[in-house]
């Protein structure tokens, strides 16, 4: 009976994704249908068609309102209202309740022009919609992804009509009700805002992309072909399971589905290796919520960041890969410690590979799509200059040519044997053999990099080309693979199934998609409600009183809060709160301590911190649906991957303060060597954290090695105390100071200046200083001119376009201070101290080591 119950609250879990209600019948071939039509229509706005034939081309606004009139039709229609409610059919009053929120959706589509043609004049039937449409918007919101992100959205609309009312700081001038519902559902600021329209650009492309991907058997690709890499050392299915999850999540955006889609695998097989049923749990765990942070495609938060903070797509990848990469080998490293307390044994008798194998076996999750991209980037760059004008035909050609080649190698080894848990596990699968039978998978991610690198293609239209690919090995692999292999299709299928394959992925993306598509809507209310009443400014005067101006302690209630929301909030709508809410106030707050950092790490803390919520009890869910699996305790299995996930909550602080681990402003030998020293940084952390390097580690062994991490991660916090790198400068002789400093170096200014309000503030900026022959001449090509008045040196103007301008350097702001870098040593030979005190914790354990055996 509790398996039973078990079994239940995993596919409830699970169900938060994809839809509670499976009806049989008429019913279940009507919501298919609809799915079915919902990917179409994705693929249609999103492909070039629309444009040659002249049919069907959609504005913005117009393709966000089928794209949410799809989403309510599905949530109604395939989640319950409660737990008493039929999952076996579909009551009448849901049908009638889906209908009307896809008409309310759909009516900006049908009187678009009508609408634009009397901006802010609502008719009756306007105020009716939005009227409608908002409620049934929290009530689908409540049904796919539970009461939180419902309640606070709702509260956000209570706060938009009783502003008047509110107490103190919290008061504002109040929104008519017209007003809001003009707002939140006919405008593009509210519902149908930004959040919406990266849903319908980019979001559901990957996420179809990813569906597809599994559907043609790449997710058991990935699993089987990490097993056989990884299986004989020790702990080797825990080590898959991490590298398998992480290949999993990298496609598929969600850690719960990936939780239950690889764990119902890796699961069984780590406990027969000796995991107790709470540590194989928290392994999967660990491994599948980090999958959202590899790049390339790290769920829907990434497309959400190349709106907010306006760098290009390609550029986020580049920040996010190194915190992701090194993560995941950390974690693999992490298995491997607890293994060794466990003292577990390989599983068969298989030889080990030789070191360089074990080498890319082991850091194979975190990779081989990073470099599969350097590789497309590089190795096939020159091919576009080189065919010229017959480019597209050439690698098309090619692309087929290259396919075709790869099924024939798939072929020619045995199929890969179907999933199985409960088998015994003496035998692995000969990695060579697992390794040529899919090459052909990694195809569509090869069209997706060439198309987001080397064409420079929008996220959306890259994710269409890849899946155009996906669709092409759908249809085609089943009938190719049986004749070249010659068993007539009686293995793989006939050309019939490669189409059931194909719909069935279609609609299992768009089912995928009902979450993402309500829960940025719902969240696009607070974001409407924050842009209406100004709350943002109070809740960041808040935050910055309760941290008393110290950025630290802003970082750890940023961190808090984002973790609190996420125990309610799907990591999507998560991140865009908690963003648009703290992002500026903790880059302001910074610039006010002297400190400049970058939106893209403010943007990547919250969405780290976002995702550990998945992770941190008491809620946890994706550690609810591991229990779920493993039959352990949900409770203890969080404790232990919120353990083995501290790694993830340390790394979000480095990068804060030590912006090289980003990449930013870094060139390729500088970051290829900054990616081996933080590896070690983190290999040494998890190792202090786990309380085990060589042997079990004493206290004071830990403090060192996360002492020796901690200096690896932030050699400039020692080079800092032993030699400011800056020296003060009056700032009547900034153009004399000027002509002493190097070019590319940061000068730093300490500025007065007034807000947005008018109220006086003092912030720190970081000009590059350009290249020119004197100080005067640089002075001008930074844009600025001062003046002196009173003793104290003002701005009298700033060149539109310039560094200055950029800097947000204006108009009669005061220069208090002129902060010039000193000729000191690079803050990268503190490594040294480190790695010294690191060689005698291992020469400590190493000698325990030899001693107990």
């Given at each position: 009976?509790?398996?039973?119950?078990?079994?239940?609250?995993?596919?409830?879990?699970?169900?938060?994704?994809?839809?509670?209600?499976?009806?049989?019948?008429?019913?279940?071939?009507?919501?298919?249908?609809?799915?079915?039509?919902?990917?179409?229509?994705?693929?249609?706005?999103?492909?070039?068609?629309?444009?040659?034939?002249?049919?069907?081309?959609?504005?913005?606004?117009?393709?966000?309102?089928?794209?949410?009139?799809?989403?309510?039709?599905?949530?109604?229609?395939?989640?319950?209202?409660?737990?008493?409610?039929?999952?076996?059919?579909?009551?009448?009053?849901?049908?009638?309740?889906?209908?009307?929120?896809?008409?309310?959706?759909?009516?900006?589509?049908?009187?678009?022009?009508?609408?634009?043609?009397?901006?802010?004049?609502?008719?009756?039937?306007?105020?009716?919609?939005?009227?409608?449409?908002?409620?049934?918007?929290?009530?689908?919101?409540?049904?796919?992804?539970?009461?939180?992100?419902?309640?606070?959205?709702?509260?956000?609309?209570?706060?938009?009509?009783?502003?008047?009312?509110?107490?103190?700081?919290?008061?504002?001038?109040?929104?008519?009700?017209?007003?809001?519902?003009?707002?939140?559902?006919?405008?593009?600021?509210?519902?149908?805002?930004?959040?919406?329209?990266?849903?319908?650009?980019?979001?559901?492309?990957?996420?179809?992309?990813?569906?597809?991907?599994?559907?043609?058997?790449?997710?058991?690709?990935?699993?089987?072909?990490?097993?056989?890499?990884?299986?004989?050392?020790?702990?080797?299915?825990?080590?898959?399971?991490?590298?398998?999850?992480?290949?999993?999540?990298?496609?598929?955006?969600?850690?719960?589905?990936?939780?239950?889609?690889?764990?119902?695998?890796?699961?069984?097989?780590?406990?027969?290796?000796?995991?107790?049923?709470?540590?194989?749990?928290?392994?999967?765990?660990?491994?599948?919520?980090?999958?959202?942070?590899?790049?390339?495609?790290?769920?829907?938060?990434?497309?959400?960041?190349?709106?907010?903070?306006?760098?290009?797509?390609?550029?986020?990848?580049?920040?996010?890969?190194?915190?992701?990469?090194?993560?995941?080998?950390?974690?693999?490293?992490?298995?491997?410690?607890?293994?060794?307390?466990?003292?577990?044994?390989?599983?068969?008798r298989r030889k080990p590979h030789p070191w360089l194998l074990r080498l890319a076996g082991f850091c194979f999750g975190a990779a081989l799509i990073s470099g599969l991209s350097l590789a497309v980037y590089y190795g096939l760059g020159w091919l576009k200059p080189a065919l010229g004008e017959f480019a597209l035909p050439g690698i098309a050609a090619l692309l087929?040519?290259?396919?075709?080649?790869?099924?024939?190698?798939?072929?020619?080894?045995?199929?890969?044997?179907?999933?199985?848990?409960?088998?015994?596990?003496?035998?692995?699968?000969?990695?060579?053999?697992?390794?040529?039978?899919?090459?052909?998978?990694?195809?569509?991610?090869?069209?997706?990099?060439?198309?987001?690198?080397?064409?420079?293609?929008?996220?959306?239209?890259?994710?269409?080309?890849?899946?155009?690919?996906?669709?092409?090995?759908?249809?085609?692999?089943?009938?190719?693979?049986?004749?070249?292999?010659?068993?007539?299709?009686?293995?793989?299928?006939?050309?019939?199934?490669?189409?059931?394959?194909?719909?069935?992925?279609?609609?299992?993306?768009?089912?995928?998609?009902?979450?993402?598509?309500?829960?940025?809507?719902?969240?696009?209310?607070?974001?409407?409600?924050?842009?209406?009443?100004?709350?943002?400014?109070?809740?960041?005067?808040?935050?910055?009183?309760?941290?008393?101006?110290?950025?630290?302690?802003?970082?750890?209630?940023?961190?808090?809060?984002?973790?609190?929301?996420?125990?309610?909030?799907?990591?999507?709508?998560?991140?865009?709160?908690?963003?648009?809410?703290?992002?500026?106030?903790?880059?302001?707050?910074?610039?006010?301590?002297?400190?400049?950092?970058?939106?893209?790490?403010?943007?990547?803390?919250?969405?780290?911190?976002?995702?550990?919520?998945?992770?941190?009890?008491?809620?946890?869910?994706?550690?609810?649906?591991?229990?779920?699996?493993?039959?352990?305790?949900?409770?203890?299995?969080?404790?232990?991957?919120?353990?083995?996930?501290?790694?993830?909550?340390?790394?979000?602080?480095?990068?804060?303060?030590?912006?090289?681990?980003?990449?930013?402003?870094?060139?390729?030998?500088?970051?290829?060597?900054?990616?081996?020293?933080?590896?070690?940084?983190?290999?040494?952390?998890?190792?202090?954290?786990?309380?085990?390097?060589?042997?079990?580690?004493?206290?004071?062994?830990?403090?060192?090695?996360?002492?020796?991490?901690?200096?690896?991660?932030?050699?400039?916090?020692?080079?800092?105390?032993?030699?400011?790198?800056?020296?003060?400068?009056?700032?009547?002789?900034?153009?004399?100071?000027?002509?002493?400093?190097?070019?590319?170096?940061?000068?730093?200014?300490?500025?007065?200046?007034?807000?947005?309000?008018?109220?006086?503030?003092?912030?720190?900026?970081?000009?590059?200083?350009?290249?020119?022959?004197?100080?005067?001449?640089?002075?001008?090509?930074?844009?600025?001119?001062?003046?002196?008045?009173?003793?104290?040196?003002?701005?009298?103007?700033?060149?539109?376009?310039?560094?200055?301008?950029?800097?947000?350097?204006?108009?009669?702001?005061?220069?208090?201070?002129?902060?010039?870098?000193?000729?000191?040593?690079?803050?990268?030979?503190?490594?040294?101290?480190?790695?010294?005190?690191?060689?005698?914790?291992?020469?400590?354990?190493?000698?325990?080591?030899?001693?107990?055996?």
């Amino acid at each position: 009976m509790q398996d039973k119950q078990q079994q239940l609250s995993a596919e409830e879990l699970i169900a938060l994704d994809v839809g509670a209600r499976v009806p049989g019948g008429v019913a279940a071939h009507v919501i298919a249908a609809i799915a079915l039509a919902w990917s179409m229509f994705q693929l249609w706005i999103a492909s070039p068609l629309p444009f040659l034939l002249r049919f069907g081309v959609l504005n913005d606004t117009e393709t966000r309102a089928i794209h949410l009139a799809f989403a309510l039709l599905l949530a109604f229609l395939t989640f319950p209202a409660l737990r008493r409610s039929p999952r076996d059919r579909i009551p009448l009053s849901d049908i009638f309740l889906a209908l009307v929120a896809a008409a309310s959706a759909a009516y900006l589509f049908v009187c678009y022009e009508q609408l634009a043609q009397r901006p802010g004049s609502l008719t009756t039937m306007d105020l009716l919609v939005a009227c409608i449409g908002i409620p049934l918007l929290l009530e689908a919101t409540r049904r796919a992804l539970g009461p939180p992100l419902a309640i606070i959205a709702l509260l956000f609309l209570v706060y938009s009509l009783a502003g008047p009312w509110m107490p103190g700081m919290l008061a504002h001038r109040g929104v008519s009700f017209t007003a809001m519902a003009n707002h939140q559902w006919i405008t593009t600021e509210g519902v149908f805002g930004i959040a919406l329209g990266v849903s319908t650009s980019f979001v559901f492309l990957f996420v179809l992309f990813g569906a597809l991907l599994e559907r043609a058997g790449a997710g058991h690709y990935f699993i089987q072909l990490a097993f056989s890499m990884l299986g004989h050392f020790r702990g080797g299915p825990a080590k898959a399971a991490v590298v398998a999850s992480g290949m999993t999540g990298l496609i598929s955006g969600s850690s719960i589905a990936n939780v239950v889609t690889t764990g119902t695998f890796t699961i069984p097989m780590m406990k027969r290796t000796g995991f107790s049923a709470e540590k194989a749990g928290a392994v999967e765990v660990a491994s599948s919520v980090n999958g959202q942070i590899m790049p390339p495609v790290m769920g829907a938060a990434a497309f959400l960041m190349v709106e907010y903070v306006g760098l290009p797509y390609v550029e986020i990848i580049k920040h996010a890969f190194l915190p992701a990469a090194i993560s995941y080998i950390a974690l693999l490293y992490i298995v491997h410690l607890e293994s060794l307390k466990l003292g577990l044994k390989p599983i068969g008798r298989r030889k080990p590979h030789p070191w360089l194998l074990r080498l890319a076996g082991f850091c194979f999750g975190a990779a081989l799509i990073s470099g599969l991209s350097l590789a497309v980037y590089y190795g096939l760059g020159w091919l576009k200059p080189a065919l010229g004008e017959f480019a597209l035909p050439g690698i098309a050609a090619l692309l087929a040519a290259v396919y075709l080649g790869l099924l024939k190698i798939a072929a020619s080894n045995p199929p890969l044997p179907a999933e199985d848990p409960d088998a015994p596990l003496t035998e692995l699968p000969h990695t060579r053999s697992v390794l040529l039978s899919g090459l052909h998978f990694l195809l569509p991610v090869v069209v997706l990099v060439w198309c987001l690198m080397i064409e420079r293609l929008s996220p959306g239209l890259s994710a269409f080309w890849g899946s155009v690919m996906l669709v092409l090995i759908l249809v085609s692999q089943r009938p190719l693979l049986g004749w070249m292999r010659g068993d007539g299709g009686a293995t793989h299928g006939r050309f019939v199934d490669g189409l059931i394959d194909l719909r069935e992925g279609l609609i299992a993306g768009a089912r995928n998609m009902i979450g993402i598509g309500i829960a940025t809507a719902a969240a696009g209310v607070i974001v409407g409600a924050v842009s209406q009443t100004g709350v943002g400014l109070v809740l960041a005067d808040l935050v910055e009183f309760l941290s008393m101006g110290n950025l630290l302690l802003m970082l750890l209630l940023t961190a808090f809060f984002s973790l609190i929301l996420g125990m309610g909030l799907p990591t999507t709508a998560n991140y865009i709160v908690v963003s648009s809410l703290l992002a500026p106030v903790i880059v302001a707050l910074g610039q006010q301590n002297g400190l400049i950092v970058p939106l893209i790490a403010v943007h990547l803390f919250v969405f780290y911190f976002g995702i550990m919520a998945d992770v941190t009890p008491p809620v946890g869910l994706a550690s609810f649906a591991a229990a779920a699996v493993s039959k352990g305790d949900p409770i203890k299995t969080g404790v232990a991957a919120f353990y083995y996930s501290l790694r993830t909550a340390a790394l979000p602080f480095l990068f804060i303060f030590n912006t090289d681990l980003l990449l930013i402003d870094v060139d390729f030998w500088h970051g290829l060597l900054i990616f081996v020293v933080a590896t070690l940084a983190m290999l040494i952390f998890a190792a202090g954290t786990q309380g085990y390097m060589l042997v079990r580690s004493r206290w004071y062994e830990s403090v060192l090695l996360l002492l020796i991490a901690f200096s690896l991660f932030r050699p400039g916090f020692w080079m800092d105390l032993l030699h400011d790198p800056y020296q003060d400068v009056p700032p009547a002789q900034m153009a004399q100071a000027l002509e002493t400093v190097e070019e590319d170096s940061p000068l730093r200014l300490r500025i007065r200046g007034e807000d947005a309000v008018g109220d006086a503030r003092e912030f720190s900026v970081l000009l590059p200083v350009p290249a020119a022959e004197s100080g005067a001449a640089k002075l001008q090509a930074l844009g600025l001119e001062l003046y002196e008045e009173d003793g104290k040196v003002l701005i009298d103007s700033v060149a539109f376009g310039s560094p200055a301008a950029s800097a947000g350097l204006e108009f009669d702001q005061e220069v208090l201070l002129v902060r010039a870098p000193t000729d000191r040593w690079p803050k990268e030979w503190m490594w040294l101290p480190a790695l010294a005190l690191f060689a005698l914790v291992w020469m400590l354990q190493r000698r325990r080591r030899h001693a107990t055996h």
